[in-house]
Structure formats: C-alpha cells, structure tokens
C-alpha cells in the first residue's frame, strides 16, 4: 500500500459554519499532519496557539533585525513545515495560495491552491493579487470547483496540465432521499444572505408564485449581512408567517428540514464587484435529498443540475421565469418526484464526498510527487 504524503492544510478562517468543504477536506483527506489557521498567512494552529506569540523578546527582535514581522511568521511556518517532513501544502483560497508561496519556497515542499468561488472572480482580490500571476507560475497544482471557474484561470494564464477540476462532494447517507411528492409545497433554502447568493431576489420570485397559490411557503435557511434587510422585505411584502428566517441550521437540522420540502430554491447572480458562487454545496445536498432545484444559470449550478431533468434553470434575474418554476413545482407533486429522483441518482454517482476527497487526494499526491 503506498504511503499518503505527509500533508499541511492552511485555511484562512477558523470555524466557519458556512465552510463544510473545507472541513470535509481536514476530516477525509489521508497524511494530514499539520491544519494552520486565521489569516491567509496563518498565524495560529488547529488548537488555536499562535505561531509568533507577540512577546517583548520577539518585538526586540524584529526591530533589533530589522525584520518586519510577517517575514518572522513566514519563517516560523517554514520552520513548521520541516519540522514536521511536510511533502506538500493544501492552501484554501487563492489568496492563502498567494500568502503561502514564501513558506513553501523556504522550506522546499509543493504547494497546491485550492480556489473555491469569491477568489476566482473578484475584482479587487484580482488587482490586489495580480490575477495571481506568481500562484498560477508557481504552485505544483491548482483545484477549481466549477467550469467556469476553470475557464477564468485559463484566461488568466494558468497552465492546462496543473489546471484540475473537482467538484464537491456530500454525505449521500446524511443527506438521504426524501419525497418531495409527498411533502406540501414548501420551499427551501440554505446559504449565506450575501449579495451572490441574493436571498431578496428569491423571496421576490417567491411572492410572485405564492401570490397565485398562498398555499406555499418559504424556509431560508442562514446567516450573514442581508439577514435583517430580508427580514425587512418579506415583512413589507406580508409574508411573515409564510416565510421563515430561522438563521443558521446544523447539517442534521438541513437534511430534516429538507425532507419535509417540496424542492430547492436559490437565485444566485454576479454580484456587482464579480463575485461568483462556485458550486454550491447546498445545491448538491438538496439533490441527495431529492429534492428538484430551482435556480438560476451561475457558475457551477448548471454543471451538476440538469435543466427540466433535476430541477429548473433559469436566466440570473429573470424573477417571472423563477416564479413560473416554484408555482410548477407546487402544483405538480409527481413532477417533482421525477426530478427529485434524477438528481438522488447524479448525487450518488457522481457527488459522494469520499469520491470527491479521492480526487483531491489523487491531485495532491502528484504534486507531491512534482
């Protein structure tokens, strides 16, 4: 049996509901020695020590030296690395890609950028990084999790033969099939309430429909900045009471609030500064509930979710077109049933989480070999 490669992981933020992908990866992956957080430069552990304890000495230090203190931290990491024989570092995010490269250059080991959507497009993460010009030269491979993320990269010069594209994967016993069927015509909904994920544009959608058929109803599951102006919006509208805001549920919570729906909604859109979903892990979940999904053309939707055969597409803002598919999916049980099963099927054959982590592991490997 070949042995996994010895393996850190740096992952700019710590506990982090919205970020299941990432600790996927620090629970599956195989030879993970080393996990570094808080900051795209990390300055602490998985247990939450800093690296460079902000002592008098080490001030001293860097002032007597000259050396500024994130020239100490990188370092510091670097010296982590060899400690621990480290063959090759997993960076989330292209900026911690970016941030990693000194690191991973003093100590001698590989590194592989795991992009993962708002870093891919993003117009000042581009200018701030110069279109990662050093990460896509340097790393030993780079992941995306969408088509159009991989396309992005391409333009922006990445190398074909280190370009690689894995999509997510979920927890098709945790997440198990449900019948939408059989389930009243709920909805439901689950994400941050940032501007890509535009959570009033669905409750929008969402009157429309619900104004032809009042016996519909709306969960929309989450946190985040858009919360209390949604709030605002289904209270102007009179949709309290129709629409529940229950904040951030668990993955348990998820699944059990999915298999009482009738299907999936989310009205992503390019939000004004180019921010992208990738591919959302919502979506995947909801397909291994069987559940259809309702959506919008963005980024990774259309690559997983097959229109009028796993759920309905539709253009980015087009709110009659997403009110014509949540009133179709009301009324017609059995259709819904259909693309439920569709998507159960695509969820288990190709979304599994250990196939997903596979890959990843498969990617890595190879850098490590480079």
């Not at 989450?222 to 209390?228: E, K, Q, S």
């Amino acid at each position: 049996m070949t042995t996994a490669a010895r393996l850190c992981v740096v992952s700019p933020n710590r506990n982090v509901y919205s970020e299941t992908f990432i600790a996927a990866h620090s629970e599956r992956l195989q030879g993970l020695e080393l996990v570094l957080t808080d900051g795209h430069l990390p300055r602490r552990d998985a247990d939450g020590a800093l690296l460079l304890p902000p002592t008098l000495a080490r001030r001293v230090a860097s002032r007597l030296m000259r050396t500024p203190p994130e020239a100490l931290l990188e370092r510091r990491i670097a010296r982590l690395l060899k400690r621990h024989r480290i063959d090759v570092v997993l960076a989330e995010y292209g900026p911690t890609g970016e941030a990693m490269l000194g690191p991973c250059r003093r100590a001698g080991v590989p590194l592989v950028v795991h992009f993962h959507g708002v870093d891919a497009f993003h117009v000042k993460l581009l200018k701030d990084h110069a279109n990662y010009r050093r990460i896509l030269k340097e790393a030993a491979a780079v992941v995306v999790v969408s088509r159009e993320m991989e396309r992005q990269l391409l333009e922006l010069g990445a190398d074909r033969a280190r370009l690689h594209y894995n999509c997510y994967g979920i927890d098709v016993e945790r997440f198990r099939a449900g019948r939408p069927d059989q389930a009243p015509p709920h909805f439901i909904a689950v994400g941050r309430f940032v501007d890509k994920k535009a959570p009033h544009l669905t409750v929008l959608a969402f009157h429309q429909a619900w104004r032809r058929d009042p016996s519909m109803r709306l969960t929309i599951a989450g946190t985040g900045p858009l919360w209390d102006s949604t709030r605002q919006l289904v209270a102007a509208l009179g949709l309290e009471g129709v629409v529940d805001l229950p904040g951030v549920l668990t993955p348990s919570q998820v699944a059990e609030r999915m298999a009482a729906s009738r299907a999936f909604v989310q009205h992503s859109v390019v939000s004004a500064d180019n921010d992208h979903e990738g591919t959302p892990l919502s979506v995947l979940e909801a397909m291994a509930c069987a559940l259809p999904v309702v959506a919008t053309r963005h980024a990774g939707i259309p690559d997983v979710v097959e229109h009028e055969r796993s759920g309905l597409l539709s253009a980015e803002r087009d709110l009659d077109a997403m009110a014509d598919h949540l009133q179709r999916l009301a009324a017609d049980p059995a259709l819904a049933w259909r693309m439920g099963r569709a998507g159960r099927s695509s969820a288990e054959r190709q979304h599994r989480v250990e196939d997903s982590v596979a890959r990843l592991s498969a990617i890595i490997a190879g850098a490590a070999r480079r």
